[in-house]
């Protein structure tokens, strides 16, 4: 069935199943932005509930290519509504020229975009103590974005942090920055750093504050009108379940979490508002930045950079890439409880002769069919793969499962079977009518 007979169905049938927690089940880049596009079609509201710009999901509908880092991707569809949930630290600076950005591609931002007043404030200082913080860490560094997610995530747990309300009210605004500059110069300086001048980021939030007033509000009382009043919700998760903060591989993590629940604290959403589970997993594995990753594999990423393909959406590292993990996925399905699988990327492996996946891992004579918990003895874990032979043809243009080669279409059920879920969406490739469903 084609992605719009589906959606179509979905619409009809689905208002049993109405709000959907999207979610990466891997390190993060699994291509969620294009599938959270896609199901907008269906869903009224889309909603960001956790993380920052280090996000970055890229959708192209038509010729343009958007890559999105605060803003819900479903802003592509005027007649969807977007919220920046309170679980979301957002830096006001790099809004406004996300928005102004859009706006000047003939993208409508009104009010259509609605900012949590509780969301937590990313300023300078974040991301001078973010880079100045992984460089001191030496060989142990994290390789952060450096757009001062875990130092604005602090602030937020050991409560000094400022929020977007805030930054609404510029009186208090100037006395609560004056303390948090002076307090963070003096680390910043004991660092090494540059300290920063309070008069200019005062002046510089102050003027994106003033641009940004008309979409702050309080998000949570709007989202509960909006379930009352049937409304459907899309909850576009950011990073991967294994950067999560209590389920990845701390401390190679980021500072939010990114599995499903995350999407009921950082919206205000309760649980039992959600109604299903999509978990968005690569056909083979990525990640950026430092950490273990059993499956890393030279001849895997020289391919898929050869193709010019796995570089970063927000800083245009070379991503490292590796065969399937389904160690991994199937942890992903346990914490997050999938309901269904999308599988992206399949064409990534069209011109492997042999496509490796691994089942479980080994340390010496010790096997591991789970997760290990301790980060050293998951970098010591040698992978163990079964292989499967590759299609070798291209599958970019197959529109429907019974189209693709019979050894794609085994590939596929055996890294779903493995990992736990059913499969209900295939991507070959970057574009919106390169997806379809089961
Ligand atoms: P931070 O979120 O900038 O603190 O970075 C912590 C770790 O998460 C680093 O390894 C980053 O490369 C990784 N990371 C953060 N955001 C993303 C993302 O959107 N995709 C993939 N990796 C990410």
């Known amino acids: 069935m084609d992605i719009r007979g589906f959606l179509f169905l ?7 199943m109405a709000n959907t927690i999207l979610v990466g089940a891997q390190w993060g880049d699994e291509g969620k932005g294009k599938i959270i596009d896609v199901l907008t079609e269906t869903s009224d509201i889309v909603v960001r509930s956790q993380g920052g710009a280090n996000a970055g999901h890229t959708v192209i ?5 958007f890559v999105l880092h605060l803003i819900p991707s479903g ?14 630290v957002i830096d006001p600076v790099s809004l ?10 003939k993208i409508k931002v009104g009010r259509n975009l609605l900012i949590s007043e ?25 390789g952060t974005t450096k757009r001062g997610i875990g130092p604005t995530y602090g602030d937020k747990a050991a409560r000094v942090g400022l929020r977007i309300i ?23 300086k004991a660092w090494g750093g540059k300290p920063l001048s309070y008069q200019k980021v005062l002046a510089d939030y102050l003027e994106a504050a003033r641009k940004l007033k008309p979409y702050v509000t309080n998000t949570v009382v709007y989202l509960h009108e909006s379930i009352q009043a049937g409304k459907s919700m899309l909850f576009e998760g950011a990073q991967g379940t294994f950067l999560d903060i209590d389920h990845g591989t701390y401390p190679f993590v980021t500072s939010s979490n990114t599995v499903a629940g995350g999407a009921s604290t950082g919206s205000g959403v309760p649980p039992h508002r959600m109604d299903h589970v999509l978990g968005v997993m690569k056909a083979y594995t990525t990640r950026v930045g430092e950490g273990p990753m059993p ?27 590796g065969w399937f993990d389904s160690v991994l996925t199937r942890h992903a399905a346990m914490v997050n409880g999938f309901d269904e699988l999308a599988v992206t990327n399949l064409d990534g492996l069209d011109t492997c002769e042999t496509i490796r996946v691994c089942t479980g891992y080994k340390v010496g004579r010790k096997t591991y069919e789970h997760l290990p918990n301790d980060g050293d003895a998951l970098a010591e874990c ?57």
């Not at 200082?125 to 913080?133: I, K, M, N, S, V």
């Not at 805030?166 to 910043?188: Q, W």
């Open 10 to 16: 979905r619409r009809e049938s689905d208002k049993a």
């Open 61 to 65: 509908v038509g010729d343009e290519k």
């Open 75 to 88: 802003i592509l569809r005027p007649e969807k509504t977007c919220v920046i949930g309170n679980g979301v």
């Open 96 to 105: 406004v020229g996300e928005i102004e950005g859009l706006k000047q591609r």
């Open 118 to 142: 509780t969301a937590h404030v990313v300023f300078p200082y974040h991301r001078e103590l973010d880079g100045l913080r992984d460089q001191r860490k030496g060989r142990n560094k994290i």
């Open 166 to 188: 805030d930054l609404m009210d510029p009186d208090r605004f100037a006395k609560k920055l004056k303390a948090r500059i002076r307090d963070n110069n003096a680390v910043i």
């Open 295 to 321: 499956t890393q594999n030279d001849e895997i990423s020289d391919l898929l950079h050869g193709m010019g393909r796995e570089y970063g959406a927000t800083t245009g590292r070379a991503r490292r890439c």
């Open 382 to 438: 040698r992978p163990i793969y079964r292989d499967f032979p590759g299609w070798c043809s291209s599958t970019e243009d197959v529109k429907e499962w019974k189209k693709l080669p019979v050894k794609a279409r085994n590939y596929l059920k055996a890294i779903t079977e493995l990992t736990g879920g059913r499969l209900k969406i295939v991507s070959v490739g970057p574009k919106r009518e390169q997806t379809f469903m089961l």
